[in-house]
């Protein structure tokens, strides 16, 4: 009995620490302030990719939608600089992540959504097709 | 008499139009509606920007599903507008 007992305990251990460690996929659009410059940009930018990588997560891409025209206006603005991060990280990052844009007055808006494996396999189509486009 | 008989020899041709609607993504075989192309998720949508129901668009229910809510986050980054007037 005892040994079944440690067994036991051994098993659900496992199985917990597999469920946390359990990496997702991510993607994350968002809307910088347009009154910008390059560098700042680039900064803002570098700072959430480096945030994500010191929390255990890995960039695999990552695209410069560039100046584009809001639908409609958010904090007066009518345009904004797009940026595109595709990761995979743990869950516990997100809310992190989440709060780190909130207090960034450059940032004015962003989404962040989970990959399914539709999305996923998508994505890495899309993926390959821009770098082909810049290959050509 | 006759010529009331006269008008009924004939049957009267009425078109049967076959279009039969058809869910798009299904014959397409397209599995993940992507939210970030406004260009396509314009096809599914009124000059008001709003949602155009399935029996106008022949979607599946799954997709139309999956359709609102690609719609519904591109409104969400500023790519589709929440109201609009003259969209098309």
Redesign the interface.
């Known amino acids: 009995m005892n040994r079944l007992n440690v067994f036991i305990k051994f098993a659900a251990h496992k199985i917990i620490n597999f469920k946390i460690s359990n990496m997702n996929n991510y993607e994350t659009?968002f809307?910088m302030n347009p009154v910008l410059s390059e560098d700042q940009i680039k900064e803002t930018v570098n700072k959430f990719v480096s945030f994500i990588k010191t929390h255990k997560g890995t960039v695999n891409h990552e695209e410069n939608w560039g100046l584009k025209k809001?639908?409609?206006t958010?904090q007066k603005k009518k345009t904004?600089f797009?940026y595109?991060l595709d990761f995979v990280s743990e869950g516990k990052l997100i809310n992190n992540l989440e709060v780190e844009f909130k207090r960034d007055e450059r940032v004015i808006?962003w989404?962040t959504?989970k990959l399914?494996k539709?999305?996923l396999?998508?994505s890495i189509k899309?993926r390959n097709k821009l770098s082909n486009n810049k290959k050509a | 008499m006759a010529t009331t008989d006269v008008k009924y020899l004939n049957p009267v041709d009425i078109e049967i139009k076959n279009n039969n609607k058809y869910c798009r993504f299904k014959k397409m075989g397209i599995k993940y509606i992507d939210y970030k192309d406004a260009d396509f998720l314009m096809r599914f949508l009124n000059d008001q920007g709003k949602i155009l129901p399935r029996r106008i668009t022949g979607n599946s229910l799954k997709f139309q599903r999956k359709l609102a809510i690609a719609v519904k986050r591109a409104r969400q980054i500023a790519i589709l507008p929440y109201v609009a007037d003259n969209l098309k």
Do not use: H, S
């Open positions: 659009v809307i809001l639908k409609y958010i904004g797009y595109l808006r989404k959504i399914d539709f999305a396999e998508y899309r």
